[in-house]
């Protein structure tokens, strides 16, 4: 297992640094309750390990090739997860409810939004190029999605036990608000982060 320790500990930090996922995580979990940021979470790193598998059995040969789907697959989940944002901003406290948990978003929705989620893709590539190789056998790719899913199911739930925490101060409608805000902005960050380098932002202003 050593040879493995570089990759255990680059899942570790793929799947703890915040991103989309890890920011519904912890919205769901404040405003809805733990067992519906378990769900995304569950269903978040099985989607993500799937892509890792899928990559590593062909399809990161066929993304590299096709310059031009790379980058439609990039700009249409920068747009699904602005429009998650979004909606997130406009949400009124008043419908946010333990009873509408399961309608938000689910297991089927946490790995859905691997699909079309930026970083997921940059980290599958990574993960084929650098730690499993492109002439690995089928198992091998397996083994790293197994791993990668055993790394990021802790990390993700880290995420949702803090959100969970953050449940506490959020009784009031105009605190909840301000939460549904400040996470909004942040996915919108974490999304155009990926196609937008911070150093382009800084450039701007100089």
């Known amino acids: ?48 390990a799937l892509i890792v598998l899928l990559v590593g059995l062909g399809l ?21 997860i602005s429009r998650l944002a979004w909606q997130l901003w ?3 406290p008043a419908s946010l409810t333990p009873d509408t948990a399961s309608q938000l978003l689910g297991a089927w929705s946490g790995a859905s939004l691997q699909a079309i989620n930026p970083k997921t893709w940059l980290m599958a590539l990574a993960v084929i190029s650098v730690f499993a190789g492109t002439d690995a056998r089928a ?19 880290a995420w949702a036990l803090v959100g ?19 996470m909004a902005l942040l996915l919108l960050v974490s999304a155009w982060a990926s196609v937008i380098p911070v150093s382009q932002v800084i450039a701007l202003y100089h």
């Open 1 to 48: 297992m050593t040879q493995y320790l570089p990759f255990i500990a680059f899942a570790f930090v793929a799947s703890i640094t915040p991103g989309p996922t890890n920011i519904l995580v912890l919205s769901h979990s404040a405003l809805h309750g733990l067992l519906a940021a378990l769900r995304i979470t569950l269903g978040a790193c099985a989607g993500a």
């Open 60 to 80: 990161g040969e066929i993304l590299q090739s096709l310059p031009g789907l790379q980058t439609a697959m990039t700009w249409a989940g920068v747009a699904w």
């Open 90 to 92: 406009r949400s009124a």
């Open 139 to 157: 198992h091998e790719y397996g083994l790293h999605a197994a791993i990668f899913f055993l790394v990021a199911l802790p990390c993700l739930t």
């Open 164 to 182: 969970q925490g953050a449940a506490r101060l959020l009784t009031h409608p105009r605190a909840q608000q301000r939460f549904n805000r400040a």
